[in-house]
């Protein structure tokens, strides 16, 4: 049973920069697709980004992209989540989760809690005004 490890998450000031990390402990990120879903208290989990499973394909929601990547490096094991320019309102736990075998994101599907199989435990990201 593969167990997704999370790292990276802080406390930031607005208009800082933290990178996420997750490990799949027990298996490997190769020839599947990941996700970075987040959510904040009261608020449901909502999907952040996506990379496919040969990393050709990515999608972001609207209100992070041009401020967030995400990247996967087969070399270390890790999917990574690269958050620049923070706000206030990117403020939650932030969850890494494992898709598809051999699965593309450019669909809506990956961006629904529904399509992933495997999830971690999350990392507080709080970012102060």
């Known amino acids: 049973q593969v167990q997704l490890v999370e790292s990276g998450g802080g406390l930031v000031q607005a208009g800082g920069s933290l990178t996420l990390s997750c490990v799949p402990v027990?298996?490997?990120?190769?020839?599947?697709?990941w996700g970075w879903f987040r959510q904040a208290p009261g608020k449901e989990r909502e999907f952040v980004a996506a990379?496919?499973?040969?990393?050709?394909?990515?999608n972001y929601r609207d209100n992070v992209k041009g401020r967030f990547k995400i990247s996967r490096d087969a070399a270390v094991n890790t999917v990574s989540l690269e958050m620049n320019s923070l706000k206030p309102e990117d403020t939650a736990v932030y969850f890494c989760?494992?898709?598809?075998?051999?699965?593309?994101?450019?669909?809506?599907?990956?961006?629904?809690?529904?399509?992933?199989?495997?999830w971690g435990q999350g990392t507080q990201v709080t970012v102060s005004s």
């Open positions: 989760a494992r898709g598809d075998a051999w699965g593309d994101v450019h669909t809506r599907r990956p961006m629904t809690p529904e399509w992933y199989k495997s």
């Open positions: 027990g298996g490997t990120l190769n020839y599947y697709a």
């Open positions: 990379i496919g499973w040969n990393g050709r394909t990515a």
